[in-house]
Protein backbone atom coordinates (compact mmCIF):
# COMPACT_ATOMS: atom_id res chain seq x y z
CA UNK A 1 0.00 0.00 0.00
CA UNK A 2 1.31 3.62 -0.91
CA UNK A 3 2.06 5.29 2.32
CA UNK A 4 4.47 8.02 1.27
CA UNK A 5 3.30 11.33 -0.33
CA UNK A 6 5.14 10.63 -3.63
CA UNK A 7 3.40 7.08 -3.84
CA UNK A 8 -0.13 8.72 -2.76
CA UNK A 9 0.61 11.13 -5.02
CA UNK A 10 1.84 8.66 -8.39
CA UNK A 11 -1.39 6.26 -7.03
CA UNK A 12 -3.88 9.29 -7.04
CA UNK A 13 -2.84 9.99 -10.57
CA UNK A 14 -2.72 6.71 -12.10
CA UNK A 15 -6.27 6.30 -10.61
CA UNK A 16 -7.60 9.66 -12.28
CA UNK A 17 -5.54 9.21 -15.39
CA UNK A 18 -7.50 5.58 -15.84
CA UNK A 19 -10.77 6.96 -14.93
CA UNK A 20 -11.02 10.50 -16.27
CA UNK A 21 -8.15 10.37 -18.82
CA UNK A 22 -4.97 12.74 -18.68
CA UNK A 23 -6.14 15.47 -20.17
CA UNK A 24 -9.13 15.63 -17.88
CA UNK A 25 -7.26 14.97 -14.78
CA UNK A 26 -6.40 18.20 -13.11
CA UNK A 27 -3.57 18.70 -10.91
CA UNK A 28 -6.18 19.91 -8.28
CA UNK A 29 -7.37 16.76 -8.51
CA UNK A 30 -4.79 14.53 -7.60
CA UNK A 31 -4.31 17.30 -4.92
CA UNK A 32 -7.47 16.43 -3.53
CA UNK A 33 -7.37 12.48 -4.38
CA UNK A 34 -4.04 11.96 -2.48
CA UNK A 35 -4.77 14.35 0.36
CA UNK A 36 -1.93 16.79 0.08
CA UNK A 37 -0.74 19.85 -0.45
CA UNK A 38 0.05 21.05 -4.38
CA UNK A 39 3.26 22.38 -2.76
CA UNK A 40 3.74 18.79 -2.10
CA UNK A 41 3.00 17.40 -5.82
CA UNK A 42 5.16 20.37 -7.23
CA UNK A 43 8.31 19.34 -4.24
CA UNK A 44 8.30 16.13 -6.41
CA UNK A 45 7.30 16.76 -9.75
CA UNK A 46 7.74 20.01 -11.77
CA UNK A 47 5.11 19.20 -13.87
CA UNK A 48 2.01 16.96 -14.76
CA UNK A 49 3.76 15.51 -17.57
CA UNK A 50 6.58 14.59 -15.16
CA UNK A 51 3.65 13.39 -12.56
CA UNK A 52 3.09 11.34 -15.70
CA UNK A 53 6.28 10.17 -16.23
CA UNK A 54 6.35 8.66 -12.73
CA UNK A 55 2.95 6.89 -13.62
CA UNK A 56 4.10 5.43 -16.43
CA UNK A 57 7.39 4.18 -14.45
CA UNK A 58 5.13 2.89 -11.79
CA UNK A 59 2.87 1.01 -14.34
CA UNK A 60 6.19 -0.82 -15.88
CA UNK A 61 7.45 -1.83 -12.33
CA UNK A 62 3.52 -3.12 -11.42
CA UNK A 63 3.39 -5.08 -14.73
CA UNK A 64 5.28 -8.31 -13.78
CA UNK A 65 4.19 -9.08 -10.04
CA UNK A 66 0.25 -7.61 -10.95
CA UNK A 67 -0.49 -9.03 -14.45
CA UNK A 68 1.69 -11.89 -15.14
CA UNK A 69 2.21 -13.38 -11.50
CA UNK A 70 -0.88 -14.46 -10.62
CA UNK A 71 -2.16 -15.67 -13.79
CA UNK A 72 1.30 -17.64 -14.55
CA UNK A 73 1.06 -19.28 -11.06
CA UNK A 74 -2.46 -20.37 -11.68
CA UNK A 75 -1.74 -22.06 -15.24
CA UNK A 76 1.61 -24.49 -15.47
CA UNK A 77 0.83 -25.23 -19.29
CA UNK A 78 2.78 -22.21 -21.33
CA UNK A 79 -0.20 -21.61 -23.65
CA UNK A 80 -2.62 -21.77 -20.36
CA UNK A 81 -1.00 -19.01 -18.81
CA UNK A 82 -1.24 -16.60 -22.04
CA UNK A 83 -5.02 -17.54 -21.94
CA UNK A 84 -5.12 -17.11 -17.86
CA UNK A 85 -3.53 -13.45 -18.23
CA UNK A 86 -6.17 -12.85 -21.06
CA UNK A 87 -8.78 -14.15 -18.48
CA UNK A 88 -8.11 -11.90 -15.94
CA UNK A 89 -8.72 -8.68 -18.55
CA UNK A 90 -12.12 -10.22 -19.17
CA UNK A 91 -12.68 -10.20 -15.28
CA UNK A 92 -11.60 -6.47 -15.37
CA UNK A 93 -14.16 -5.65 -17.82
CA UNK A 94 -17.31 -7.57 -15.90
CA UNK A 95 -16.33 -6.48 -12.34
CA UNK A 96 -15.84 -2.76 -14.15
CA UNK A 97 -19.50 -3.12 -15.33
CA UNK A 98 -17.26 -3.02 -18.98
CA UNK A 99 -15.71 0.38 -17.91
CA UNK A 100 -12.52 -1.06 -17.90
CA UNK A 101 -9.51 -0.11 -20.36
CA UNK A 102 -5.85 -1.30 -20.06
CA UNK A 103 -4.30 2.25 -19.03
CA UNK A 104 -1.72 2.23 -21.05
CA UNK A 105 -3.38 1.46 -23.94
CA UNK A 106 -5.38 4.95 -23.55
CA UNK A 107 -2.31 6.47 -22.28
CA UNK A 108 -0.87 5.65 -25.80
CA UNK A 109 -3.67 7.21 -27.67
CA UNK A 110 -4.25 10.37 -25.61
CA UNK A 111 -0.22 11.15 -25.05
CA UNK A 112 1.28 9.02 -26.80
CA UNK A 113 1.40 11.86 -29.85
CA UNK A 114 1.98 15.17 -27.51
CA UNK A 115 4.60 13.76 -25.10
CA UNK A 116 7.74 11.97 -26.26
CA UNK A 117 8.98 11.01 -23.09
CA UNK A 118 5.27 8.99 -22.51
CA UNK A 119 5.63 7.82 -26.00
CA UNK A 120 8.52 5.93 -25.09
CA UNK A 121 7.41 5.03 -21.49
CA UNK A 122 4.38 3.89 -23.19
CA UNK A 123 6.60 1.86 -25.51
CA UNK A 124 8.60 0.46 -22.72
CA UNK A 125 5.53 -0.89 -20.82
CA UNK A 126 4.08 -2.31 -23.93
CA UNK A 127 7.58 -3.85 -25.17
CA UNK A 128 7.29 -5.67 -20.96
CA UNK A 129 3.88 -6.94 -21.67
CA UNK A 130 4.90 -8.23 -24.96
CA UNK A 131 8.41 -9.98 -23.51
CA UNK A 132 6.41 -11.57 -20.69
CA UNK A 133 4.15 -13.14 -23.32
CA UNK A 134 6.82 -14.09 -25.27
CA UNK A 135 8.50 -16.23 -22.51
CA UNK A 136 5.15 -17.88 -22.37
CA UNK A 137 5.01 -18.72 -26.01
CA UNK A 138 9.11 -19.76 -25.98
CA UNK A 139 8.30 -22.73 -23.50
CA UNK A 140 5.73 -23.67 -25.26
CA UNK A 141 5.87 -26.46 -28.33
CA UNK A 142 5.14 -24.38 -30.91
CA UNK A 143 6.13 -25.22 -34.82
CA UNK A 144 9.66 -24.50 -35.67
CA UNK A 145 10.04 -21.26 -37.20
CA UNK A 146 7.08 -19.71 -35.08
CA UNK A 147 8.34 -16.44 -33.41
CA UNK A 148 7.35 -15.58 -30.20
CA UNK A 149 8.05 -11.97 -29.58
CA UNK A 150 6.33 -11.10 -33.63
CA UNK A 151 3.55 -13.36 -32.02
CA UNK A 152 3.44 -11.78 -28.58
CA UNK A 153 2.53 -8.30 -30.65
CA UNK A 154 -0.37 -10.02 -31.98
CA UNK A 155 -1.76 -11.60 -28.75
CA UNK A 156 -1.48 -7.92 -27.07
CA UNK A 157 -3.11 -6.66 -30.53
CA UNK A 158 -6.10 -9.28 -29.82
CA UNK A 159 -6.33 -8.07 -26.07
CA UNK A 160 -6.54 -4.25 -26.72
CA UNK A 161 -9.22 -4.62 -29.36
CA UNK A 162 -11.66 -6.98 -27.50
CA UNK A 163 -11.19 -4.90 -24.05
CA UNK A 164 -12.15 -1.59 -26.54
CA UNK A 165 -14.72 -3.67 -28.22
CA UNK A 166 -16.26 -4.82 -25.47
CA UNK A 167 -16.24 -1.84 -23.28
CA UNK A 168 -18.10 -0.23 -26.31
CA UNK A 169 -20.64 -2.62 -26.43
CA UNK A 170 -21.04 -3.13 -23.24
CA UNK A 171 -20.63 -6.86 -23.50
CA UNK A 172 -18.16 -9.44 -23.21
CA UNK A 173 -19.24 -11.28 -26.85
CA UNK A 174 -16.73 -9.34 -28.58
CA UNK A 175 -13.74 -10.30 -26.39
CA UNK A 176 -14.29 -13.63 -25.85
CA UNK A 177 -14.57 -13.69 -29.84
CA UNK A 178 -11.35 -12.36 -30.30
CA UNK A 179 -9.61 -15.03 -27.40
CA UNK A 180 -11.77 -18.11 -29.05
CA UNK A 181 -9.88 -17.20 -32.22
CA UNK A 182 -6.35 -16.27 -30.55
CA UNK A 183 -6.82 -19.89 -28.71
CA UNK A 184 -7.77 -21.69 -32.62
CA UNK A 185 -4.91 -19.86 -33.82
CA UNK A 186 -2.47 -20.58 -30.98
CA UNK A 187 -3.36 -24.29 -30.81
CA UNK A 188 -2.39 -24.59 -34.83
CA UNK A 189 0.93 -23.77 -34.06
CA UNK A 190 1.23 -26.13 -31.48
CA UNK A 191 3.60 -29.06 -32.75
CA UNK A 192 2.35 -32.26 -33.43
CA UNK A 193 3.68 -35.21 -30.69
CA UNK A 194 6.04 -37.24 -31.24
Not at 37 to 65: M, N, W
Not at 105 to 118: H, Y
Request: charged share 20%; hydrophobic share 50%.
Amino acid sequence: MATGTRERIVAAAMQLFWERGYGEAGIADVVARAGVRSGSLYHFFESKESLLVAVLEAYQSALIPHIFEPPFRREREPLERVFAVLADYRERLLTTDFRYRCPIGSLALEVGPVSERARVLIDANFAAWRGAIAAALREAALVPGTDPESLATFVLTVMEGGVMQSAAQRSAAPFDASIAHLRAYLMSLVAPAR
